[in-house]
């Protein structure tokens, strides 16, 4: 059975971090794309940040400010969050595929496993 579970969400003030942990049970990431998703409230899920064998990727609104790491002896993907803005604000989710054409890592429906996700809330 493939799980997968954010850990790491919280409150915190513009401008400060937090780092989102996602471990993975019942799938290796070794050779596997994994991506981190949000959805903010009344909003579209948007893509956030991916990690695959291809390299790494990460959607406008985050670049510069966030990072994507993954642990491949822990099976964990991790989301460093820097210089977070109000519109930060959501629940984020780690999902992971199989394989992915790597054009596609936006796509949610590209994706097999999903976390239940964790609330990020950013206050101005």
């Known amino acids: 059975q493939v799980q997968l579970v954010e850990s790491g969400g919280g409150s915190v003030q513009a401008g400060g971090s937090l780092t989102l942990s996602c471990a993975v049970s019942?799938?290796?990431?070794?050779?596997?794309?994994v991506a981190w998703f949000r959805q903010a409230p009344g909003k579209e899920w948007e893509a956030v940040a991916t990690?695959?064998?291809?390299?790494?990727r990460y959607g406008d609104s985050v670049r510069g400010r966030f990072r994507i790491s993954r642990d491949v002896g822990k099976n964990t993907v991790s989301l460093e969050m820097n210089r977070l803005k109000p519109e930060d604000t959501g629940l984020y989710s780690c999902?992971?595929?199989?394989?992915?054409?790597?054009?596609?890592?936006?796509?949610?429906?590209?994706?097999?496993?999903w976390g239940q996700g964790t609330q990020v809330t950013v206050s101005s």
């Open positions: 990690f695959s064998i291809s390299g790494v």
């Open positions: 019942g799938f290796s990431i070794r050779l596997s794309p």
């Open positions: 999902a992971a595929a199989t394989s992915i054409n790597p054009s596609e890592w936006q796509r949610r429906t590209k994706y097999d496993y």
